[in-house]
């Protein structure tokens, strides 16, 4: 029975190290740089959505329900607008449905 060995690669910390990488195949590296990106912009939108619900008070800023609630763009994306807190707020599924466009 022949040995089998592992071959540690650490995983670089950031993306410039990645590319210096080129002990790495292309697959590998992209591979780890998506689900990188992925967890990165996890985290980051859960904090927006936790400062937008605790700046609204858990509540649809239309009906002031407290049910199913969102994030829902004032202006949307594709119109010039952003996800900066102040372009964001909470609406419950219903108002965000009926919400004019």
Same mark, same amino acid.
């Given at each position: 029975?022949?040995?089998?060995?592992?071959?540690?690669?650490?995983?670089?910390?950031?993306?410039?190290?990645?590319?210096?990488?080129?002990?790495?195949?292309?697959?590998?590296?992209?591979?780890?740089?998506?689900?990188?990106?992925?967890?990165?912009?996890?985290? +980051?939108?859960?904090? @927006?959505?936790?400062?937008?619900?605790?700046? $609204?008070?858990?509540?649809?800023?239309? &009906?002031? %329900?407290?049910?199913?609630?969102?994030?829902? +763009?004032?202006?949307? @994306?594709?119109?010039?607008?952003?996800?900066? $807190?102040?372009?964001?707020?909470?609406? &419950?599924? %219903?108002?965000?449905?009926?919400?004019?466009?």
């Amino acid at each position: 029975m022949a040995k089998r060995f592992k071959f540690y690669h650490p995983l670089p910390r950031t993306i410039e190290q990645a590319k210096a990488s080129n002990d790495w195949n292309r697959g590998e590296r992209l591979e780890y740089l998506r689900n990188r990106s992925r967890a990165s912009n996890h985290i +980051h939108k859960m904090e @927006i959505r936790t400062r937008v619900f605790e700046r $609204d008070g858990y509540k649809c800023v239309y &009906c002031g %329900s407290a049910d199913d609630l969102t994030i829902d +763009h004032i202006i949307p @994306i594709c119109r010039g607008g952003n996800n900066d $807190d102040c372009n964001l707020q909470t609406l &419950c599924r %219903s108002c965000n449905s009926r919400k004019p466009n």
